[in-house]
Nanobody
Framework: QVQLVESGGGLVQPGGSLRLSCAAS????????VSWYRQAPGKERELVAT????????NYPDSVKGRFTISRDNAKNTAYLQMNSLRPDDTAVYYC?????????WGQGTQVTVSS
């Protein structure tokens, strides 16, 4: 049984930081690309970043570039999203996705709320 479990969300003030974690089980984690998505109320799900199993350049949308960093620790079957300089418009449910060819798996999401 494949599981992706996100953690690390919460309430933070503008300008603050959070680190999200995505712990995977039931898959050969190192063989999968891992992505973080987010979805704000009333908006479409947005790709935030992807880290591929063989590495390579990571692209970020302009909305998070320079503030968010994706990383992974294959030995721990875990991916991370470091979020700095958070803004109210970063408020969303953040989802972890693991994908390899036709296989794709999602976590349940973790809420991030940026508010004073």
């Amino acid at each position: 049984q494949v599981q992706l479990v996100e953690s690390g969300g919460g309430l933070v003030q503008p300008g603050g930081s959070l680190r999200l974690s995505c712990a995977a089980s039931g898959i050969t984690f190192s063989a999968y690309a891992v992505s973080w998505y987010r979805q704000a109320p009333g908006k479409e799900r947005e790709l935030v970043a992807t880290t591929r199993n063989l590495g390579g350049r990571i692209n970020y949308p302009d909305s998070v570039k320079g503030r968010f960093t994706i990383s992974r620790d294959n030995a721990k079957n875990t991916a991370y999203l470091q979020m700095n300089s958070l803004r109210p418009d970063d408020t969303a449910v953040y989802y972890c996705n693991a994908g390899r060819f036709a296989d794709t798996y999602w976590g349940q999401g973790t809420q991030v709320t940026v508010s004073s």
